[in-house]
């Protein structure tokens, strides 16, 4: 009996070190469960995902193509129409990303924020399942920009390793902004405030960002907003990525690295906020 003393402690032992993994994968199956709610609205109402396309086709085949031809601004040896796809397709994320938190007054009035303050789902999961949700529009977002880009005969670089570089900077982008979003529908609680508060910041956002134009031709001033705008670096990956024999300005290591710790804060400030929503 003696030599079987020890393992219930080294058991429980087991049981101690096993603990942190098991709360990882409690906690990502609740948000795959939030996002997979999510996403059923997507398939009920896929009309979204058409309108949607509308606006990076005018992009791509009026203002593209006005400038590729004028040559007004300075790409080096890169055509224009090329340097301009990635940026197009991160505002397109960026677009749908930031209006998202909309839902979530929608779901306030509707009362679906209650059941899941109610639910034994951790907050930060609820907020971490709708930002995958609306990574999942910005992939749909992206076949369509790569079919336009295949059309305007952009030199994509359609490698496995590079296609899966940019689901990861869609989706992250997208989970980005859509978490910001939400955070601005925690604190105005209104419709009306958030889609004026929405239009004021995607306009900044985009133009003081190098999706249209290269940050070496900014004023000084607004090459440090730039620089301190995510845009500037999911824009960064995607041309990277996206484009043939492109180098990244700041280092794929940087651009993911920004990305992923921006998200990652605000999926925590996000988190403490949405009970303030039902309020």
């Known amino acids: 009996m003696k030599r079987d003393e020890p393992a219930a402690p080294r058991a429980a032992y087991t049981r101690s070190w096993q603990r942190p993994f098991a709360a990882i994968a409690t906690f990502a199956n609740r948000a795959a469960v939030i996002a997979e709610l999510e996403a059923r609205k997507l398939r009920h109402d896929p009309t979204e995902l058409f309108t949607r396309a509308i606006q990076p086709a005018l992009w791509l085949l009026v203002f593209g193509q006005v400038f590729t031809h004028t040559r007004a601004i300075p790409t080096g040896d890169l055509p224009y129409i090329d340097f301009m796809a990635p940026g197009i397709l991160a505002q397109s994320v960026l677009f749908i990303a930031i209006f998202y938190g909309i839902t979530v007054i929608w779901e306030r009035d509707l009362g679906i924020v209650h059941k899941f303050l109610v639910a034994p789902v951790p907050r930060a999961a609820i907020v971490t399942g709708k930002a995958l949700s609306a990574g999942v529009r910005g992939l749909s977002q992206a076949v369509i920009v790569y079919l ?103 280092g794929l290591g940087v651009d993911f690295g920004v990305l992923a710790g921006v998200t990652a804060l605000l999926i925590f400030v996000a988190g403490r906020l949405y009970p303030r929503v039902a309020t």
């Open 148 to 250: 336009l880009a295949a059309i305007l005969r952009v030199k994509l670089d359609l490698s496995v390793p590079s296609m899966l570089g940019v689901v990861g900077a869609v989706v992250l982008g997208a989970a980005l902004f859509s978490t910001f979003s939400l955070i601005v529908a925690c604190i105005v609680k209104t419709r009306e405030r958030f889609m004026g508060i929405g239009q004021v910041l995607t306009m900044p956002l985009f133009f003081a960002s190098n999706a249209i134009y290269p940050i070496s031709i900014m004023p000084p001033w607004l090459r440090a907003v730039a620089l301190g705008n995510p845009l500037t670096y999911e824009v960064d990956a995607l041309r990277t990525l996206m484009l043939y024999g492109q180098k990244s300005t700041y």
